[in-house]
């Protein structure tokens, strides 16, 4: 177990103990001195490991690995015949971070182990502390050096937290990712919506290009609606929209969007993560079976 990992581990723990602090007696509230509110604890999975198959897919197979280079593969292709019809001088092509160069395998994995869904608390930590933890996605670094040679700008938008940004800085160093100005990498102050950070690269460059694993790394026409998880037309109904929304644009994949595969997380769980419901929005049993 890595260091970043222990830590993580350390804090997962804590939380437990503090819950079994708090189960054994109100007592040991009542005589503590008044002080800030005991943070919440850690969500655990449910059902539980979720999301395996999912990670195990990122994680070993091929087929996650071959669909990377696909990507990375069209993307160059996407690239070559853009600065073949124009200078490069003002051309750029727009990059997420977090499952398109950096791989997070081992945060998914902590998850994995302690049985625990997805908490801010502890994405914040793994970013600030992972650095040396990281891995590179397939092909990544490939097309990054690519776009250098072919003398276009690459930006990193992502919604990686701007106080950590020195320690993105690092972690995109050590998997050897040419560094970028600070003004090309556009990280996350106040809000996930990207639209604004797009629209800054856009008035300096012609992007001809964007790569992401999460369609809100293209448009915030792919964001999720704000849901009553309790009335589940609502929940049918947002499925629905994000996929129209893909199919209005039908054109753009694969020619000025690039997409990453990403099973393990993203704007399409959220309208999920409603139990056994869920299978409610598996594909309707064959008749008579
Ligand atoms: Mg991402």
Same mark, same amino acid.
């Given at each position: ?21 708090? =189960?054994?007696?109100?007592? %040991? ?32 197979? @091929? ?9 990375? !593969? ?15 001088? *003002?051309? =750029? ?9 950096? $791989? !997070? @395998? ?6 994995? /182990?302690?049985?625990?869904?997805? $908490? ?13 933890? %990281?891995?590179?996605?397939?092909? &990544? ?19 990686? !937290? ?10 995109? =160093? ?5 560094? &970028?100005? $600070? ?12 639209? *604004? ?9 012609? %992007? ?7 369609? /809100? ?12 998880? *309790? ?6 109904? @947002? ?7 893909? $199919? ?13 595969? !990403? ?8 309208? +999920?993560?409603?139990? /056994?419901?869920? +299978?409610? /929005? +598996? ?7």
């Amino acid at each position: 177990m890595s260091r970043a990992q222990h830590r993580i581990s350390a804090v997962v723990m804590a939380s437990a103990g503090m819950l079994t602090a708090f =189960a054994l007696g109100n007592w %040991v509230a009542a005589q503590a001195p008044p002080g800030p509110a005991a943070p919440a604890a850690y969500k655990p999975e449910e059902p539980a490991n979720r999301g395996l198959d999912a990670n195990l897919f990122m994680q070993s197979s @091929a087929e996650y690995r071959a669909c990377c280079y696909q990507a990375y !593969n069209l993307a160059a292709l996407r690239l070559k015949e853009a600065t073949a019809k124009q200078p490069a001088g *003002k051309l =750029a092509t727009v990059m997420d971070l977090d499952e398109c160069v950096i $791989d !997070n @395998a081992g945060f998914q994995a902590m998850l994995l /182990r302690s049985n625990l869904a997805y $908490d801010q608390r502890l994405w914040d930590m793994w970013e600030l502390e992972n650095a040396d933890q %990281v891995a590179l996605i397939p092909g &990544a670094k490939e097309f990054i050096l690519v776009a250098g040679k072919l003398g276009v700008t690459v930006a990193y938008i992502s919604n990686r !937290n701007d106080k950590s940004r020195e320690q993105t800085k690092k972690a995109l =160093a050590r998997l050897g990712i040419p560094a &970028a100005a $600070d003004g090309l990498l556009k990280l996350s102050t106040d809000t996930s919506d990207k639209t *604004k950070r797009r629209q800054e690269v856009e008035r300096e460059y012609t %992007v001809v290009l964007y790569v992401g694993d999460n369609l /809100r790394d293209f448009d915030e026409a792919f964001r999720c609606r704000k849901l009553d998880k *309790k009335r589940p037309e609502e929940i049918t109904q @947002a499925i629905q929209e994000r996929k129209d929304a893909t $199919d209005m644009h039908r054109d753009a994949w694969g020619d000025k969007w690039i997409v990453l595969p !990403n099973p393990a997380y993203g704007e399409w769980m959220k309208p +999920l993560g409603q139990g /056994r419901a869920d +299978l409610d /929005r +598996l594909a309707p049993p064959i008749p008579g079976k």
